[in-house]
């Protein structure tokens, strides 16, 4: 098992620009999440989905889109990339609500 | 909405003695689940403990226990017998339904010889 992978690991993008971090896991988990790390603050929710073809919001939702096609994959989408975007950006997956949280590496994101 | 505070930025402990995290946490819910995640230099965010809000009995993971005091919204993690290699960040997780997470700020540990 390879576990929780996302790509890419490092990204640097211009304001405006628009890009995709993907996410996969090969656990066979229903649930997946997308959070971000900012410095001095812990992980914060963006988007989640708790099966295929079914997602909501989180915490901090505002300039990012999800979906989820699959079981496998839940790919986070930055429609135009801000300053205020840039982040350490983590996926994460479970087998049910009740379940351990399993990350991914992480992605770092600089917008300038 | 649940909230979850380190009131701890940054703790040192030395090898081969024991340290405790507090983490305190607000909720309303009667189910939930408690979580310490340790994240080392390299980020990765790994699982150290967790707790069932229904369990009474403190979990223990080897080296790694909590006090999980339900009343008083407290959930610590105690490590003994420090190792250098316990050096990194360690969140306190608050996880309701849906397997949302809620974190806390972090704890910096510093491990010395």
């Known amino acids: 098992n390879a576990g929780v992978t996302q790509t890419p690991k490092f990204q640097v993008l211009k304001t405006g620009q628009s890009m995709t971090l993907q996410c996969a896991q090969d656990m066979n988990h229903e649930y997946m999440s997308w959070y971000r790390q900012d410095p001095g603050m812990g992980l914060r929710l963006i988007h989640y989905?708790?099966?295929?073809?079914?997602?909501d919001q989180g915490e901090v939702p505002n300039g990012y889109n999800v979906s989820r096609s699959t079981t496998e994959d839940f790919p986070l989408r930055l429609l135009s990339a801000a300053p205020s975007q840039t982040s350490v950006y983590f996926c994460a997956s479970s087998y049910n609500g009740a379940d351990t949280q399993y990350f991914g590496p992480g992605t770092r994101l600089t917008v300038l | 909405a649940q909230t979850v505070t380190q009131s701890q930025p940054e703790m040192s402990v030395q090898e081969a003695e024991t340290v405790t995290l507090s983490c305190t946490y607000d909720t309303s819910e009667s189910d939930y689940y408690l979580f310490w995640y340790k994240q080392p230099p390299s980020r990765q965010m790994i699982l150290v403990i967790r707790q069932e809000a229904y369990k009474q009995q403190n979990a223990t993971e080897n080296r790694f226990s909590v006090n999980f005091q339900k009343a008083a919204k407290s959930f610590s993690l105690k490590i003994s017998d420090s190792q250098l290699g316990d050096a990194a960040m360690y969140f306190c997780?608050?996880?309701?339904?849906?397997?949302?997470?809620?974190f806390g700020t972090g704890t910096r540990l510093q491990v010395t010889l």
């Open positions: 989905s708790v099966g295929a073809g079914i997602t």
């Open positions: 997780a608050y996880g309701g339904t849906a397997s949302k997470l809620t």
